[in-house]
């Protein structure tokens, strides 16, 4: 089996104990030879520093390629504009555009309200300063009428400029490989690459999926509630059925997988040492 380049997702510590937290993690999985690292956006207010900071420290302290996220909440055009110049600064060649979630206590969005506007200006501001990453939803996104408007959303975006994709995740490898047929059948050709979420803690997973829609399988569901409080067990369990999704998803021809790793190393680690290539 070939082997594909793998990239990290983290979000921007806010307090010491979450730096501290991400240092721990950062050499254990820069050990893997990341593609690249991305790092989320914090919008509204004084949390616009955050991504910058962190892309900034990844870089520079550990030698990674970090990509900063982007998100329509809350930036404006010339916030969004000053983001896009510092990243440039910093020698940022790749970006994750997204449509974001309007955060708690805010009114109104920002002056995109999709990401293909986000994308849009990008390309506009910046054009072939940045490979534009953007999401897309094997699953189907929560908020969107049917699978096909999901699916002309995302032709949307990538007509605007992407020029690559990473799904929300998934545990069905199924939903990835027909999506990506539906993908290729309505005329995008980007590299469709598969988000992996490692399984550390079940309710916390739980939360996420509730939020973001993606599905837990009921087998999957009720394996994991099944081992209780044994986390030992949890552990060993989940790596194995993330491993063979990936495993399954790179013998199928995804092009990449990109591991969201909640800024800990453990279960990202078992994941990788369970993988063929």
Known sequence: MASVPISFEFFPPKTDEQRATLDAALPRLKALA?????????AGGSTLSYTPDTVNRLREAHGLDAAPHLSCMG?????????LAQYQAMGCHRIVALRGDLPSGMASHGD???????????????????????????????????????????????????????????????????????ARHAGITIPIVPGIMPIANFAQLKRFSDLCGAEIPRWLAKRLAAHGDDVEAIREFAADVV?????????????????YT????????????????
Do not use: M
């Not at 490979?131 to 897309?136: G, T």
């Not at 002309?152 to 199924?174: P, S």
């Not at 800024?263 to 040492?273: E, G, H, Q, S, Y």
């Open 34 to 42: 990341p593609e690249y690292v991305s790092v989320t956006f914090g």
């Open 75 to 83: 930036g404006t055009r010339a916030e969004i504009r000053a983001l």
């Open 112 to 182: 995109f309200r999709y990401a293909s506007e986000l994308v849009e200006f990008i390309r506009r501001e910046c054009d072939g300063g940045f490979h534009i990453e953007v999401a897309c939803y094997p699953e189907v996104h929560p908020q969107a009428d049917d699978a096909h408007a999901d699916l002309r959303h995302f032709k949307a975006k990538v007509e605007a400029g992407a020029n690559g994709a990473i799904t929300q995740y998934f545990y069905n490898a199924d939903a990835y490989f027909r999506f990506v047929e539906a």
């Open 243 to 259: 491993a063979e999704l990936c495993n399954r998803l790179i013998a199928g021809g995804a092009p990449g997988l990109h591991f």
């Open 262 to 277: 909640l800024n800990r190393a453990r279960a990202t680690l078992a994941v990788c040492a369970r993988l063929d290539a």
